[in-house]
């Protein structure tokens, strides 16, 4: 069974720091890899993709891949307490694999 | 990205009737999924709908209770069937588009 693993959390970090979330899956296969942010009482959204191995920036965002390690990253600078969601890390490889999510609290 | 739209956004039924969920999307796309999200919980695929095939469920789910209907490329539907308070959920329709997946804002449907 293909699984996608994280920290359920929840992970406080305050204001101005790093948040750093991680992923790892079981499908050597997989190609593509996504994470999602999720507020409370919406639907998920896709903030970032990441299909090669290394980093991958965007504003704030920086996803990481490392297929040998089956490891996906996701690092938030400067976090704000408007980024406070449920991060979740999607894989696919024959299909989309979702993790559990996880909680994170930016402290004002 | 694909814009994804949903009816209701939210209903309260009683035990025993069936709700049927809309999803219309704003391209044509070929796979669309259908989840569900329980309070506190991940997603689970409930699944996955074809245009012009039959829906491919995941373990735990079946027709009778949810069947799925996709008649054309930008539009689906499920229906939650003789429903109990355990089906209390946040319904989700998705589409993959160019490998990516979108979602839809949500179904809220409470049974009582």
């Known amino acids: 069974q293909k699984e996608v693993e994280q920290n359920s959390g929840p992970l406080s970090v305050p204001e101005g720091a790093i948040a750093s979330l991680n992923c790892t899956y079981s499908?050597?296969?997989?190609?593509?890899f996504f994470w999602y942010r999720q507020y409370s009482g919406k639907s998920p959204e896709l903030i970032m993709s990441?299909?090669?191995?290394g980093d991958k920036e965007d504003g704030r965002f920086t996803a990481q891949l490392n297929k040998a390690s089956q490891y996906v990253s996701l690092l938030i600078r400067d976090s704000q307490p408007s980024d406070s969601a449920t991060y979740l890390c999607?894989?696919?490889?024959?299909?989309?694999?979702f993790g559990p999510g996880t909680r994170l609290s930016v402290l004002p | 990205s694909a814009v994804i739209s949903q009816k209701p956004s939210r209903d309260i039924c009683q035990r025993g009737t069936s709700l049927t969920i809309q999803c219309q999307v704003d391209?044509?796309?070929?796979?669309m999924f259908w989840y569900r999200q329980q309070p506190g919980q991940s997603l689970t695929l409930i699944a996955t709908?074809?245009?012009?095939?039959?829906?491919?469920?995941e373990s735990g789910f079946v027709i009778d209770k949810f069947p799925i209907s996709r008649p054309n490329l930008t539009f689906s539907t499920l229906t939650v069937s003789n429903m109990s308070p355990e089906d209390s959920s946040i319904y989700l329709c998705?589409?993959?588009?160019?490998?990516?997946?979108?979602f839809g804002p949500g179904t809220r449907l409470t049974v009582t």
């Open positions: 391209s044509q796309v070929t796979m």
């Open positions: 999607a894989v696919y490889g024959q299909n989309f694999v």
């Open positions: 990441i299909y090669s191995n």
């Open positions: 998705s589409v993959d588009s160019y490998g990516e997946q979108y």
């Open positions: 709908a074809n245009q012009g095939s039959e829906a491919t469920y």
């Open positions: 499908d050597r296969v997989s190609q593509s």
